[in-house]
C-alpha cells in the first residue's frame, strides 16, 4: 500500500506563486512515475503534469505548460508542483497521484494510476 500527503494548497493572487508537495510512503517511490491532477466544482478531475520514475521525463496539459514545473526528490520520497503565474481558472482541488506500473514515463489518464491523495485546495484570486 502506498500513503500520498499533500500540503502547500491555498489563497494565492493571481501572478504570484505556490509550491504543492506530496509526501509517499509505503513502497519504493523512485521506481514509479508521479503525476498531478485537479478537479474544479463541477467539472471532472484533470490532468495537470506527470514526471517519470526517473525524472528524466516530464509532460504538461497546454493550459499549464510554461507556467508549472513538476519535480521530485527520491532521497525525500517527494514531488512538488510549482505554480508560476497562476490564474483564476487553476482554482480547484490539487491531487497527486502514483503510477500503478513500475517504471512507468507517465500518463495522462487518471485511470493508469493506483494512489491518490486526499487533495490540497488551491484558490487564485483576481
Known amino acids: 500500500q502506498v500513503q500520498l500527503v499533500e500540503s502547500g494548497g491555498g489563497l494565492v493572487q493571481a501572478g504570484g506563486s505556490l509550491r504543492l508537495s506530496c509526501a509517499a510512503s509505503?513502497?519504493?517511490?523512485?521506481?514509479?512515475?508521479m503525476g498531478w491532477f485537479r478537479q474544479a466544482p463541477g467539472k471532472e478531475r484533470e490532468f495537470v503534469a506527470v514526471i517519470s520514475w526517473s525524472g528524466g521525463s516530464t509532460k504538461y496539459a497546454d493550459a499549464v505548460k510554461g507556467r508549472f514545473t513538476i519535480s521530485r526528490d527520491n532521497a525525500k520520497n517527494t514531488v512538488y508542483l510549482q505554480m508560476n503565474s497562476p490564474k483564476p481558472e487553476d482554482t480547484a482541488v490539487y491531487y497527486c497521484?502514483?503510477?500503478?506500473?513500475?517504471?512507468?514515463?507517465?500518463?495522462?489518464?487518471?485511470?493508469?494510476?493506483?494512489?491518490w491523495g486526499q487533495g490540497t485546495q488551491v484558490t487564485v484570486s483576481s
Open positions: 509505503g513502497r519504493t517511490f523512485s521506481s514509479y512515475a
Open positions: 497521484a502514483a503510477s500503478s506500473r513500475r517504471y512507468s514515463s507517465g500518463s495522462y489518464s487518471h485511470l493508469d494510476y493506483g494512489f
